[in-house]
């Protein structure tokens, strides 16, 4: 599904401070598969995250996903393979407080010009699966942490996206909301997506539904 081949990835901060966040790194994740990426901050889990939903380019190497060489698409291109591929949980969540759930959740569909019965069919679906539709008309600033990070993953799986990619999704969650994600992980994985996820919360580490543990340390797989 998913394959990073001698990648590199160097940040020029300037002239006089050159940062290497992955250094020739190869790494293959498989279709159905929870990878996870264990590292501590600076690491290189979120650059590779990055780089995998085309959010950025490496500096050199090749990443292939299913038959898609995502490093070799223009902004445009991979973009639409962002909408069409990926559902990307940030560890900020990264939603609108002035809106509304359903508004924040919606917000990946608006480019495909959908009827709106079937903008409002994909809607309830990720309400009910996340047990967030009594939450609705709410605004997102009104919300609890552990509710808006159910919103940011509504809404990474509004379009029924392929692949799931989750960076450092329990940072801001105490114990039984990290351990509700991970029952929502549970769900996500059972219909089949390929996860990925970056943290350095060791409540992932010895999880059963947790394929391969992958430790980076200072842009190296070890």
Excluded: C, W
């Excluded at 050199?60 to 991979?78: H, M």
């Excluded at 390929?194 to 980076?216: G, K, M, Q, Y």
């Amino acid at each position: 599904m998913i394959e990073l081949k001698n990648i590199t990835k160097i940040y020029e901060v300037n002239k006089n401070n050159i940062v290497t966040a992955l250094d020739n790194i190869n790494l293959e994740i498989r279709e159905g598969e929870l990878v996870v990426l264990k590292g501590a901050s600076g690491s290189g889990k979120s650059t590779i995250l990055s780089l995998i939903a085309a959010l950025s380019k490496p500096t050199s190497g090749e990443i292939v996903v299913e038959t898609s060489r995502v490093s070799k698409l223009s902004d445009n291109f991979a973009s639409d393979f962002r909408r069409d591929n990926i559902g990307f949980v940030f560890q900020k969540y990264n939603l609108i407080p002035a809106l509304s759930v359903k508004e924040n959740i919606i917000l990946p569909l608006v480019p495909l010009n959908l009827h709106v019965k079937e903008i409002e069919e994909k809607l309830i679906r990720v309400l009910k699966m996340f047990h967030i539709e009594h939450k609705e008309n709410q605004l997102v600033k009104n919300l609890s942490g552990g509710e808006q990070q159910r919103v940011a993953i509504a809404r990474a799986n509004v379009n029924n996206p392929k692949i799931i990619l989750a960076d450092e999704p329990t940072a801001n969650l105490d114990e039984k909301l990290s351990l509700s994600f991970i029952e929502i992980l549970k769900e996500l994985k059972a219909e089949g997506k390929t996860i990925v996820v970056a943290t350095h919360d060791p409540l992932f580490f010895n999880l059963e539904i947790v394929d391969r543990v992958v430790e980076i340390h200072q842009g190296v797989l070890l």
